[in-house]
C-alpha cells in the first residue's frame, strides 16, 4: 500500500476549525456566534444521522470528523469569548491617553525601527506600583532601551494607549522616560552573552555584509543588516531567511542525528534533543522560536520517518496544542508561515520529488527544488499578504541558495556554541561561513535587480485570495497541458505511423 493510501487527515478539521473560530473570535469579537453555529452544527449533523444515516452512507461515514470539528469550535470559541473578554475589561483600558510608570519583561529582544525608534513584545507586571499583568507592545528609543534583553524586567514611564492590533494584546506603551532596568535569569544572561560575542566574533572575521547578516541567517538577530539588504532579500523572496525558523532546527539536529553511524541511533536522537534545547537557549526562547522548535521537529520526524504523511496527525495536534495554551498565535503570521511551510515540506515535497527522481533527476537536487518550490507556492499567499508585494523569482533565487543554507547554519550555530569557550576555534568556523555568505548576497542582490522581480499584489486578505488564486489556476492550468499532451501524443503516433 502506497504512503498516500496512510494519509490520516482525521484531525484535519478539528485543527482547521478550532484556528479559523480562535482567529475569527479574536478579532472581531464573534465568539458566542460561533459557539452556537458550531453547537447547531453538531446537533444537526448527529440527527440527520440518526434520521437518514441508513439511507445515506456518507452522512454516517462523515459523522465523527464534522461532529468532531464542530464540537471542538465550540469549545474554542468559547474560549476566544473568555480571553476576548478580558482584553476589553482590562484594568489598564481606563488609563488609555494617560502616562503612568510600568514595569515591563521583554518576551523578546527589541526590534529597530528605524529613526532612533526600536520595538519589543512584553508582559506587563506592574502599574503605577499595582500588580497588573497583561501583554503589550512597548515602542520606545533606542538610547536606553538598545542593550535590553529578553527576560530582563524594566521599569519607565509611558504613555498607555489602545492597541492597534486585535491579538489579545491589552495596550500599546510609548515609552517617555529612562528606564531602570533589572536583571534577567542567569540562563538568558548566558544567552545573551553568546549571542554579543558571536556577533564580535563574525565583524572581526568577515567583511561588514556578511557579518551584519551572519547572525540574522543562525540566531534571528537582524538589527545590523542594513536597509538595502533587507529591501533585496524581501524583493528576492529569501527573506524568511533572516528569521529562525523549523527549518534551521531540522538542519542543526538532522546534522546530529547523522552521528548515528558512530554512537547509534538512540544516542543520537538524544544527542539532537541536547542540541534542540541548547539552540532554542541560545537563539532566545521566544514564542516565535519555540513554534519553529516545534514544527522543525515536527518536519525532522517526518524526513527520518518511512511514512512522512502520517506527520499531519501530528502536525494538527500540535496546532490543537499550541491554540490552547497561546490563542493570540491564531492571527499571528508567523505561525501561519510556520505550518504551512511544515505541511508542505511533509506532503508536497516528497511526492514531487519522488516523481522526479522516477524521471532520473539526481536526488539531492530533486529533493531541495521540491522543497523550495512548494514553500514558496503554499507561503507566498501569506508573505504577500504582509509584504504587499509577490516575489516572481522566489522559487529560482530559493533554490539558488538551497546548497549552501545548511553549511551556513551548522558552522555558525557550532561557532555560537564554541565562541565563548574557544574564540578562535568559532573564528575558524566563522571564515568558513564567507564563501557561502558571499554567495547568498549575490543572489539577493541579482535577483532583486532583476526587471519585474517583485509585483505589488493586496495586502491582507485580499492579497491572500488574490495570490492563492492565481496559484490556483497557474497549477490548474499546468495539469491541463499535461493531460491535453498526454491524449495527444497516442494521435501523433498514429499520425506518424
Known amino acids: 500500500m502506497t504512503d498516500a493510501a496512510h ?25 458566542p456566534v460561533l459557539a452556537a453555529v458550531c453547537a447547531a452544527v453538531a446537533l444537526g449533523w448527529a440527527a440527520l444521522t440518526r434520521w437518514r444515516g441508513a439511507v445515506w452512507p456518507a452522512l454516517r461515514a462523515g459523522a465523527v470528523a464534522v461532529i468532531g470539528a464542530a464540537v471542538v469550535g465550540a469549545g474554542f470559541a468559547v474560549a476566544a469569548t473568555l480571553r476576548s473578554d478580558a482584553v476589553r475589561d482590562h484594568p489598564i483600558a481606563q488609563r488609555f491617553g494617560t502616562v503612568a510608570t510600568v514595569t515591563v519583561t521583554p518576551g523578546e529582544g527589541p526590534r529597530p525601527l528605524g529613526s532612533g525608534r526600536l520595538m519589543f513584545r ?10 497588573m499583568p497583561g501583554s503589550v507592545v512597548v515602542f520606545a ?61 563574525a565583524r572581526g572575521v568577515l567583511p561588514a555584509d556578511q557579518a551584519a547578516i551572519l547572525p540574522g541567517l543562525v ?11 533587507t529591501a533585496q532579500f524581501r524583493t528576492a523572496g529569501l527573506t524568511h531567511l533572516m528569521a529562525v525558523s523549523g527549518a534551521n532546527v531540522t538542519i542543526v539536529c538532522g546534522t546530529v542525528l547523522l552521528s548515528a553511524a558512530l554512537v547509534g541511533p538512540r ?31 515536527i518536519a525532522l520526524v517526518a524526513i527520518l520517518s518511512a511514512r512522512r504523511r502520517q506527520a499531519i496527525p501530528v502536525l494538527a495536534a500540535t496546532v490543537l496544542g499550541l491554540l490552547i495554551v497561546a490563542p493570540q498565535l491564531a492571527v499571528d503570521a508567523g505561525f501561519a508561515l510556520s505550518v504551512s511551510a511544515t505541511a508542505a515540506l511533509i506532503v508536497l515535497a516528497p511526492g514531487w520529488a519522488a516523481r522526479l527522481i522516477a524521471r532520473g533527476w539526481p536526488k539531492p537536487l530533486a529533493e531541495a527544488a521540491c522543497i523550495a518550490l512548494a514553500a514558496q507556492l503554499v507561503t507566498a499567499p501569506l508573505v504577500a499578504a504582509i509584504s504587499g ?3 516572481i523569482v522566489g522559487v529560482l533565487a530559493n533554490l539558488a541558495v538551497t546548497v549552501v543554507i545548511p553549511p551556513i547554519t551548522v558552522l555558525g550555530t557550532a561557532a555560537a556554541v564554541v565562541c565563548w569557550v574557544w ?19 549575490h543572489v539577493a542582490s541579482a535577483a532583486a535587480d532583476v526587471p519585474g522581480a517583485a509585483v505589488p499584489v493586496p495586502s491582507g486578505l485580499a492579497g491572500v485570495v488574490t495570490v492563492a488564486g492565481a496559484t490556483l489556476a497557474v497549477v490548474v492550468a499546468w495539469r491541463g497541458v499535461k493531460v491535453g499532451v498526454r491524449r495527444c501524443r497516442p494521435v501523433v503516433k498514429r499520425s506518424s505511423v
Do not use: C, Y
Not at 490520516?8 to 465568539?31: H, M, Q, S
Not at 540566531?219 to 539588504?229: C, N, Q, R
Open 7 to 31: 494519509l490520516d487527515l482525521r484531525l484535519v478539521p478539528a485543527a482547521a476549525t478550532a484556528w479559523t473560530v480562535t482567529a475569527a473570535g479574536i478579532t472581531w469579537a464573534v465568539g
Open 122 to 131: 512584553g508582559t506587563l507586571s506592574e502599574l503605577n506600583g499595582t500588580q
Open 141 to 201: 528609543p533606542v538610547m536606553g532601551f538598545g542593550d535590553l534583553m529578553a527576560g530582563q524586567p524594566a521599569r519607565f514611564k509611558a504613555r498607555i494607549t489602545r492597541p492597534t492590533r486585535h491579538d489579545l494584546t491589552v495596550a500599546a506603551l510609548n515609552a517617555t522616560g529612562e528606564p531602570a532596568l533589572g536583571r534577567a535569569s542567569p540562563l538568558q544572561r548566558a544567552a545573551n552573552a553568546v549571542r554579543v560575542r558571536f556577533a564580535d566574533l
Open 219 to 229: 540566531l534571528g538577530d537582524t538589527s545590523t543588516v542594513s536597509a538595502t539588504t
Open 267 to 297: 544516542v543520537a536522537v538524544g544527542l539532537a534533543g541536547v542540541a534542540l534545547v541548547a539552540f532554542v537557549i541560545v537563539v532566545q526562547p521566544t514564542a516565535s522560536v519555540l513554534r519553529a522548535a516545534v514544527m522543525g521537529a
Open 389 to 391: 508585494k509577490l516575489s
Open 423 to 441: 574564540a578562535p576555534g568559532a573564528g575558524l568556523l566563522l571564515r568558513f561561513t564567507g564563501p557561502e555568505l558571499w554567495w547568498l548576497l
